[in-house]
């Protein structure tokens, strides 16, 4: 057993193999400093992820707009039974689980199957992961939850050997919220920690009307600007700042030539912002940008290369011809 396994359950179907106590961002004020310094100037997409910033991407999630989950969770719907008789009964290794509703639609066919399923959901918040756990083990008797509240790459990593393949599951887009050499390094990663025969799920939205991805972004009610620019409160309440968000407005604008949206953070006037708990004074021009934000929107081919040189081969895939947002069931080579 992992030296940090502790049961949450009595009867042991929900445990931990990492559980993070410590805040994840508690050692990230010397990133802030550096990215606030940089040209063009950026702050991390994780700042967006607070308890506010969370609630207000939720309520963009529901907005008619926003396609992404609702398209994917169709997708899922649609296609889980294929999925799981194309993979078999695996044990199943999520990438950023969270909620893990989408998951559900999975563990339902295993269900109907009367299968044991053990889920490995890697989240680096520890309290989501407990709460859905509670919820997913509640109602699928035969489930067994070994949670790992960490990141990606340690998640991977602390794993433990298996003698059966495993598919792993990377839903929601994420793979589009990463810069590329990001992407090529998680996916070495994936495969390192993996095995022949394992299989890797991947939500992917895919190049389509501009239109389309403006109006997901720019959602009439306003969740998505207002979930964004929360990022400037985060960094107040964080490290001491006075980031005032009337001085600044959101910016969404997607290139359909490198098939990339980038939102950004505008500056409306010339101003200085302190972060005293950092002792840092940015100063920041009228009309002046910080990136916040990309979302890649892929074209078919080009992801399945992408998988390819990471040694995954495709083995099926689901796109919703509408909106264009796809799940491709990759296998490890």
Not at 106 to 118: F, I, T, V
Request: aromatic share 10%; proline share 4%; with cysteine.
């Amino acid at each position: 057993m992992h030296a940090h396994d502790f049961n949450v359950r009595p009867d042991g179907r929900i445990r931990f193999l990492i559980r993070s106590t410590e805040d994840p961002l508690a050692q990230d004020g010397p990133n802030v400093i550096a990215g606030l310094s940089r040209l063009p100037k950026q702050i991390s997409s994780v700042y967006v992820y607070d308890k506010r910033g969370t609630e207000l991407f939720e309520q963009q999630c529901g907005t008619p707009e926003y396609y992404l989950r609702r398209v994917e969770s169709q997708l899922l719907t649609s296609f889980a039974c294929e999925i799981v008789e194309t993979c078999g009964l695996l044990p199943l290794v999520e990438l950023g689980a969270g909620t893990a509703e989408k998951t559900r639609l999975l563990l339902l066919e295993y269900a109907k199957r009367g299968s044991r399923c053990d889920y490995f959901p890697i989240d680096v918040d520890s309290a989501t992961l407990i709460e859905s756990a509670i919820k997913l083990t509640s109602d699928f008797p035969l489930l067994f939850v070994h949670c790992l509240g960490t990141t990606y790459e340690k998640g991977l990593a602390a794993l433990p050997p298996s003698r059966q393949s495993r598919l792993f599951l990377f839903l929601g887009s994420s793979l589009g919220n990463m810069e590329r050499p990001e992407i090529d390094r998680l996916l070495s990663r994936l495969f390192d920690c993996g095995a022949q025969g394992d299989y890797l799920l991947v939500g992917a939205d895919l190049d389509k009307d501009a239109s389309i991805i403006d109006r997901a972004y720019n959602d009439s009610v306003g969740y998505g600007p207002r979930s964004t620019l929360n990022i400037l409160d985060h960094l107040n309440r964080r490290y001491g700042g006075n980031f005032v968000q009337a001085n600044f407005r959101y910016q969404s604008r997607y290139d359909s030539l490198t098939r990339r949206n980038e939102v950004r953070i505008e500056s409306l006037r010339n101003h200085t912002v302190t972060l005293s708990s950092l002792s840092f004074i940015v100063s920041l021009g009228a009309a002046e940008l910080i990136d916040a934000e990309v979302m890649w929107k892929f074209d078919p081919q080009e992801l399945v290369s992408i998988l390819d040189r990471a040694g995954f081969s495709l083995v099926r895939q689901w796109i919703d011809l509408v909106y264009r947002y796809g799940l491709f069931l990759f296998r490890r080579q």
